[in-house]
């Protein structure tokens, strides 16, 4: 269920980590918060009148986007995994990630998982990471880093949009829209 989704596909969606849904459906993104990506994608490849797309349009609507997370397993409690815990898995993903897709597109959900990108990297990228989130336009503009591995390498652009979680009372209302312009600004239409 981990780095799933073509080598080369134009985007990644790189989320926290998996949820109750996707450890029982072994499929990225299925849950709640996920079937908001997953309809994006169905609304931006099929137009914005199309309906809401059922569980298997659901995950055809997914097939050309390389899905990933900063760890692999789902947590206790589905609270967020402690940075040790990812420190842990940051090898792990970071391998899927730069040796498995080819892309340089990256929509990151959430605050946590847009940090998991310093890890393991030079302080002046955690410092870059830093002051990007403090912008107000975080989730309007994109950050472009050098990330780099296990003597992999890879210029990323990275566009931030908060956690799509219910629980996420501030910006759930808004992460469709926000959502939409992301898809419009970084993937072309098929």
């Known amino acids: 269920m981990i780095g799933l989704g073509p080598p080369d596909a134009p985007l990644c969606i790189f989320g926290r980590d998996p949820g109750r849904s996707e450890v029982e459906h072994g499929i990225a993104f299925i849950g709640r918060a996920g079937q908001l990506v997953r309809s994006a994608l169905h609304r931006r490849r099929f137009g914005e009148d199309a309906a809401a797309p059922g569980f298997e349009a659901a995950v055809a609507a997914g097939a050309e986007v390389f899905w990933l997370n900063t760890v692999p397993y789902k947590p206790i409690g589905n609270k ?3 940075m040790a815990v990812k420190r842990r898995f940051q090898p792990l993903m970071a391998e899927l990630l730069l040796g ?19 890890i393991g990297q030079a302080p002046e990228v955690a410092a870059a990471l830093e002051a990007f989130w403090a912008r107000a336009d975080r989730h309007d503009a994109t950050l472009t880093i050098d990330y780099h591995h296990a003597g992999l390498s890879r210029r990323l652009t990275l566009a931030p949009l908060p956690h799509p979680s219910p629980a996420n009372a501030v910006w759930f209302a808004r992460f469709p829209a926000l959502l939409a312009a992301r898809l419009q600004a970084l993937l072309p239409r098929p």
């Open 100 to 118: 498995h897709w080819r892309g340089e597109r990256v929509i990151v959900l959430g605050r946590e998982a847009f940090f998991w990108f310093g």
């Open 80 to 82: 967020a995994w402690s």
